[in-house]
């Protein structure tokens, strides 16, 4: 068991690492936009590129957890392994070449009845393909999770996409003259086909392997198992997508593309507070696969255990700072976005349950029960539609951030119930007490310090972001920690 742990926390804090490096590169990119091409253009792009999402996931045919589900077990042999792999890339690309032609076919109709405006017909074209591109490299990035190269996940999802994301977009702005979404386009391109060509050096792919991989054909029986545990995946995903885009798609459809800007901004520094979870998902998925399948509960109980609770420690630390300083934030990205600092401090409240039941999702899904999930997201979409249809009217922004943290919350309770009665998993022990109180007592003193402290905003997140850690990262030691995990921070220093 404690090999597991190990393993666990040393991936983790692999995937953590790079995943704060990654997030602070999206940031860092999202800023920049925003103060060069501005909320309205960066929403047109985003507008455009949510509704392409769901043609991403049709085009992996819910086969991204089959992979993981599959090649992650030891009781399937490598050739088998290469043969699922070969499998999958082709009915993707496939299916997403068939999309990309739908596409094309259909864009006029689609144009004038789903996105509401011909305005829309260039980037809508030139992004079609990013479909097939997406699609692929989100399966390479599954590969690497299946097989648990976790820094190399990392390095190609957060790291490689982002940086060169940045680079292209400060190079097209500052030293050719593009100063429309063009420029969003081409980052995306370049940065998800880098990535595929790291992720196929990382997994080892080469021309002869790809060969080899082609001729194991898969019996007839393993391919309708893929199906059948793929198919409702893509109803699962489309729906969850939905649930977590249908507020911009209808901010774009019943307001502007401004709006859709300034809340997409306010939805990244949200999620923000759940890369914790990102980074536990990443090696916690394959070892759920692992330990269900040997019948170890009580391990994969005593890992979620303790998988939750750091999970909570982070985001509840960024939890805090969005409360405490929503508009600070929201300024970095420019002046039109401190608009969306009230609709950050209402997105987060979601986010806090999302972290706080933690792996639950996968939970479900990599034990078999993926139909759970297809569930809990169709009633979490459907209270999400009625919301934002009720509440955007009235309330704009705000509306829409409530609809999606009420959407989050209930999608999670669902699935952490459904994993509690199923597997009969629970995360809570009595160490959340040291968890809640360290968060309580750093939380109010930072809060005092805002409301009492009257200078530029971006010194006044800096102070306050030092004075929280730092009181916070002092009664979590004490508080919050067991004590091999206050041990591993010790031999840090040494």
């Known amino acids: 068991m404690q090999e597991e742990v190990k393993e666990l926390r040393n991936k983790t804090l692999q995937s953590f690492s790079g995943q704060i490096i990654g997030q602070l590169l999206s940031g860092l990119s999202i800023f920049i936009i925003g103060r060069t091409l501005g909320a309205a253009i960066y929403g047109e792009y985003i507008y455009v590129y949510t509704f392409l999402s769901f043609f991403c996931i049709i085009a992996k045919l819910g086969m991204e957890n089959a992979l993981i589900y599959n090649v992650s077990r030891a009781d399937i042999e490598e050739t088998q392994k290469q043969g699922i792999m070969a499998f999958v890339m082709r009915q993707s690309v496939l299916a997403g070449v068939f999309l990309i032609f739908i596409g094309y076919l259909f864009s006029g109709w689609i144009l004038e009845n789903l996105l509401n405006g011909q305005g829309y017909r260039m980037l809508f074209i030139v992004l079609l393909p990013s479909v097939l591109v997406e699609s692929v490299s989100d399966l390479l990035v599954s590969i690497l999770r299946a097989n648990k190269k976790i820094l190399e996940m990392t390095i190609s999802k957060y790291i490689i996409v982002n940086l060169i994301k940045i680079t292209t977009i400060l190079v097209l702005f500052y030293v050719f003259p593009i100063r429309t979404d063009l420029i969003l386009v081409l980052s995306q391109y370049i940065g998800s086909l880098a990535s595929i060509l790291y992720c196929l050096k990382a997994t080892g792919v080469n021309t002869a392997r790809i060969k080899a991989a082609a001729k194991n054909k898969l019996a007839g029986s393993k391919r309708t198992e893929i199906y059948q545990y793929s198919i409702p995946l893509i109803f699962t995903q489309t729906v969850m997508l939905l649930n977590h885009n249908i507020d911009k798609f209808m901010l774009g459809y019943m307001l502007d593309s401004k709006a859709v800007g300034i809340y997409t901004v306010a939805i990244f520094v949200s999620n923000f507070s759940s890369f914790a979870l990102d980074a536990v998902n990443g090696i916690f998925a394959p070892m759920i696969a692992q330990l269900y399948g040997a019948g170890k509960i009580e391990d994969l109980d005593y890992l979620y255990k303790k998988a939750t609770r750091w999970v909570m420690i982070v985001n509840l630390a960024i939890f805090s700072m969005a409360v405490n ?166 031999n840090i220093g040494k």
């Open 325 to 490: 300083f929503p508009s600070e934030i929201m300024l970095l990205a420019g002046k039109e976005f401190d608009a969306g600092g009230k609709v950050l401090q209402v997105l987060v409240l979601g986010q806090v349950v999302n972290s706080g039941v933690g792996s639950v999702g996968y939970l479900n899904s990599m034990t078999g029960h993926t139909k759970i999930n297809l569930l809990t997201s169709i009633i979490a979409m459907v209270v999400n539609l009625c919301l934002n249809v009720l509440l955007i009217p009235d309330y704009g922004m705000i509306g829409a951030a409530a609809a999606s943290a009420v959407s989050v919350a209930l999608s999670n309770l669902l699935n952490f119930w459904f994993a509690y009665k199923k597997i009969g998993v629970f995360p809570y022990t009595k160490r959340y007490a040291g968890v809640a109180a360290a968060f309580a007592v750093s939380t109010v003193l930072t809060r005092i310090f805002a409301k009492n402290i009257n200078i530029f905003y971006f010194y006044k997140l800096i102070a306050g972001g030092i004075i929280f850690v730092l009181i916070y990262a002092i009664c979590t030691y004490f508080w919050a920690l067991e004590k091999d995990e206050k041990q591993m921070i010790r």
